[in-house]
């Protein structure tokens, strides 16, 4: 599914993510954990296809050069980002938009556009599943959304539009146990053979609600140990400083 | 000096009242010549370079008269009554959903033509902003005399269409409407601009608007399909007690337009609205220029003007309000924000406060940006293609001038336009 080979990014010559290096299949779960400033959030940016960053390494997804694709056809391919700070868009309604990204890519994978009734049908459906209040819909995007509603509008968006790789970036920061709950049943609802997540957090406590198959440890932009679920746990007690400098352990 | 004046002059010797104002207002229009940059209300706009730039065989409209109009441009499937102007004369009216004897309409030509008619229009012969005033009161034709009973409240909206054809072409029209709606009475007004492609043509108009005690008056201008003409509207208001005037100003199809609202709140209670829509292309060129003046106590005004500037567009603002020493407990607002959307283009604004009294609410905000990147890209990250986001994101933003429509209808005849019209333009929108 996805294949990161050797990935550097700078920023204004600060070199951010440095030799990194990841493997995903399709159907896995991969948490990627780190402490501020190690990488995690441009990882996600330069997947997705921001720009700003002078890239090196390169990434295959599905096969092919993903690098080289512009942003929408990441998308378009099946890439997904959940933000970590989804952006408050004055004037454009949540449920046109929402209508629209999926129609575009429903059009290049070759489906049939949905017309608005039938739209409205799978969103009221899909709302309902995530118990989101579906009045989100007929607001503005993200416009005066709490951080909650937020982070649910992106988690409602990537179940509308069934990506093949999702990567969510600290979708749980902000989040109360509720919103967690809502965010976490979201991604369990959507994992399937095919369907692979990167998980990006700060914390293992959303790790209790999405079993991750593989964890990793990013540390000064690269990854300095991976483990399965139980090296989230022991993250949390010995905090990241040791996994940083411990290089002996790194896998 | 472009313009000839011969056969005028010939033409109103009779020294009647009329004709009277006409030589006088011509003198001082000859004395000053279209404004240039040199005055402070119109410094962002040269009229006078505009006009020898692009309209060098201007010519008086003759007497030749002509009530050719595409019977396409009537809009269907939306109850309205209407008057249709075409190159700026009356050529005919239907008021079919309401109650006859309660509306007065005339075009203004039987009015100017009647001496004792014409006693009662008068005054609005006086107005003396700038030259193209004059100029207006020197040569106007005809136009609109509409004046509505008290009590009475339109029960449809009333469309007035300002068509042109070809015998417009290099022609200055000038015409003049005058609206009067009397004590709790209600109109809504849509001005509907349409011309023959491509004429060339300058079209100076002088709107009167009277809105007495309890009165509501909602003015609506569509100019949204006009190419190449040129325009100069004045639009002047009187206010009276807890009357309220809504306008709202969709600016996108002339090639120059400049729209000049003043607002005349003379009693109390009475409010003013003031919003406007400006989206621009090519090498068109717009200016909004109100004039909101605050003269008794309790009196509420708000402006809110949304743009955005493609290719080698200019668009202006400048927004005045005016508060008397006698206008407590004024609450006034203004808020322009644009988007430049190309380094060719240009948005300049111009907010006024003009307060002489101490118990007041007045309060304005100017914003001028591009549009954000990282908005772009959230909208391309769910897979829209770059001009579709771009698209998007101007839709959105321009839309909250549209919102302030309070009349539903009409809202979502004008919200359809506009949709139509975006989604035809092209979103090549560079960093920049």
Same mark, same amino acid.
């Given at each position: 599914m996805l294949d990161i080979k050797s990935l550097s990014a700078s920023i204004d010559g600060k070199k951010i993510l440095d030799g990194f290096d990841l493997k995903i299949k399709p159907g896995e779960v991969h948490a990627i954990m780190g402490p501020n400033?190690?990488?995690?959030?441009?990882?996600? @940016?330069?997947?997705?296809?921001?720009n700003g960053y002078e890239i090196e390494g390169q990434v295959f997804y599905e096969g092919k050069d993903l690098l080289n694709l512009p942003i929408e056809e990441r998308a378009q391919k099946g890439l997904f980002m959940a933000f970590q700070y989804?952006?408050?868009?004055?004037?454009? @309604?949540? @449920? @046109?938009?929402?209508?629209?990204?999926?129609?575009?890519?429903?059009?290049?994978r070759g489906l049939k556009e949905l017309d608005s009734l039938e739209f409205l049908k799978l969103v009221k459906t899909k709302t309902k599943n995530l118990k989101i209040d579906e009045k989100i819909l007929n607001r503005q995007l993200n416009v005066g959304f709490s951080g909650g509603e937020k982070k649910k509008n992106e988690i409602l968006q990537m179940t509308i539009l069934e990506p093949k790789l999702a990567i969510l970036d600290e979708t749980d920061s902000g989040l109360d146990i509720d919103a967690l709950r809502i965010v976490s049943d979201g991604v369990n609802a959507l994992r399937s053979k095919e369907r692979s997540f990167l998980i990006i957090t700060h914390y293992q406590r959303l790790?209790?609600?999405?079993?991750?198959?593989?964890?990793?440890?990013?540390v000064n932009g690269k990854i300095a140990k991976t483990g399965c679920g139980e090296l989230a746990e022991e993250l949390e007690k010995v905090g990241y400083e040791r996994m940083g400098t411990d290089k002996q352990t790194a896998i | 000096m472009i313009l000839n004046f011969d056969n005028f002059q010939k033409a109103n010797q009779s020294g009647s009242k009329l004709n009277n104002i006409r030589?006088?207002?011509?003198?001082?229009?000859?004395?000053?010549?279209?404004?240039?940059?040199?005055?402070?209300?119109?410094?962002?706009?040269?009229?006078?370079?505009?006009? =020898?730039?692009?309209? =060098?065989?201007?010519?008086i409209l003759n007497d030749k008269k002509t009530s050719q109009y595409n019977n396409e441009w009537i809009l269907k499937n939306f109850q309205h009554n209407q008057i249709i102007l075409v190159n700026g004369d009356f050529v005919s009216s239907n008021f079919s959903f309401e109650t006859k004897e309660k509306i007065t309409i005339k075009p203004l030509k039987k009015i100017l033509n009647e001496e004792k008619d014409f006693e009662k229009i008068r005054n609005y012969f006086d107005e003396q902003e700038n030259s193209l005033n004059a100029l207006n009161h020197a040569l106007v034709n005809d136009g609109i005399f509409l004046e509505i009973e008290d009590d009475?409240?339109?029960?449809?909206?009333?469309?007035?269409?300002?068509?042109?054809?070809?015998?417009?072409?290099?022609?200055?029209i000038n015409n003049k409407s005058i609206i009067l709606l009397g004590k709790n009475s209600k109109l809504s007004v849509l001005e509907w601009y349409r011309a023959e492609s491509d004429i060339k043509y300058f079209n100076n108009t002088i709107h009167n608007c009277s809105i007495q005690k309890n009165a509501i008056l909602k003015k609506y201008i569509m100019d949204s399909n006009l190419d190449n003409s040129y325009n100069y509207h004045f639009t002047n208001v009187k206010s009276y007690s807890n009357s309220i005037f809504e306008n709202f100003l969709f600016s996108?199809?002339?090639?120059?337009?400049?729209?000049?609202?003043?607002?005349?709140?003379?009693?109390?209670?009475?409010?003013?609205?003031?919003?406007?829509?400006?989206?621009?292309?090519?090498?068109q060129h717009h200016e909004l220029k109100t004039n909101v003046n605050h003269k008794q106590e309790n009196c509420k005004s708000s402006q809110l003007v949304k743009s955005a500037l493609l290719d080698k567009s200019n668009g202006t603002y400048q927004g005045k309000i005016y508060v008397d020493?006698?206008?407590?407990?004024?609450?006034?607002?203004?808020?322009?924000?644009?988007?430049?959307? =190309?380094e060719n283009s240009a948005f300049n604004s111009k907010p006024e406060l003009e307060i002489y009294a101490d118990d007041v609410k007045c309060s304005h905000g100017s914003t001028t940006g591009n549009i954000d990147q990282n908005s772009v890209f959230y909208l391309m990250s769910r897979g829209l293609s770059k001009e579709q986001a771009n698209r998007m994101l101007v839709e959105g933003f321009l839309n909250e001038a549209i919102e302030t429509i309070t009349e539903p209808n009409i809202k979502s005849l004008i919200s359809k336009l506009f949709i139509d019209k975006i989604n035809k333009t092209k979103f090549e929108i560079n960093e920049y």
């Open positions: 400033g190690s990488g995690k959030s441009t990882l996600a @940016n330069v997947l997705t296809g921001k989804p952006l408050e868009i004055a004037g454009v @309604n949540t @449920n @046109n938009f929402l209508k629209t990204s999926l129609n575009t890519i429903r059009k290049v790790l209790d609600y999405i079993k991750p198959d593989f964890v990793h440890v990013l | 030589i006088k207002n011509l003198n001082i229009f000859k004395e000053k010549g279209f404004p240039t940059k040199k005055e402070e209300n119109w410094k962002y706009t040269d009229l006078n370079r505009i006009i =020898s730039n692009n309209l =060098s065989k201007l010519e009475y409240s339109f029960k449809k909206p009333l469309i007035i269409y300002n068509f042109f054809n070809k015998f417009s072409e290099n022609k200055i996108a199809g002339s090639s120059f337009i400049k729209n000049e609202i003043r607002c005349d709140l003379v009693e109390t209670f009475s409010s003013c609205f003031i919003n406007a829509l400006i989206f621009l292309k090519n090498q020493k006698k206008a407590q407990k004024t609450n006034g607002y203004q808020l322009s924000k644009a988007l430049v959307l =190309s």
